[in-house]
């Protein structure tokens, strides 16, 4: 049975830092799809990076690009989400998701929750001013 473990939220004031962490269990493909996705109180489910571990292809939302790093230790089974420059928008519950199929996203094609199987429970993130 497949299992995604998420962890490594917090509570950080602005211009922080935290790394998220994914651990799969379960599973083990040469090359999967995962993804980080947040929401927000009373927003829709963004997704904020994705990852493709047989190539390296990544995709940023616009509004993490240059602060947000996706990466991957396929040794461990484990996904990092390195965010930097934290602000208070960035606010959410974060979730890790992995799919065994490749999809190509960009800013007309972002992710889609549907396009993922799999999901984590969620780690906090809160931001404050």
């Known amino acids: 049975q497949v299992q995604l473990v998420d962890s490594g939220g917090g509570s950080v004031q602005a211009g922080g830092s935290l790394t998220l962490s994914c651990a799969v269990y379960?599973?083990?493909?040469?090359?999967?799809?995962m993804g980080w996705f947040r929401q927000a109180p009373g927003k829709e489910r963004e997704g904020v990076a994705t990852i493709y571990t047989g190539g390296s292809r990544e995709y940023y939302a616009d509004s993490v690009k240059g602060r947000f790093t996706i990466s991957q230790d396929n040794a461990k089974n484990t996904l990092y989400l390195q965010m930097n420059s934290l602000k208070p928008e960035d606010t959410a519950m974060y979730y890790c998701?992995?799919?065994?199929?490749?999809?190509?996203?960009?800013?007309?094609?972002?992710?889609?929750?549907?396009?993922?199987?799999?999901w984590g429970q969620g780690t906090q993130v809160t931001v404050s001013s």
């Open positions: 379960g599973y083990s493909y040469s090359s999967y799809l």
């Open positions: 998701a992995a799919s065994w199929s490749y999809r190509h996203y960009d800013d007309a094609h972002p992710p889609r929750g549907a396009d993922f199987a799999y």
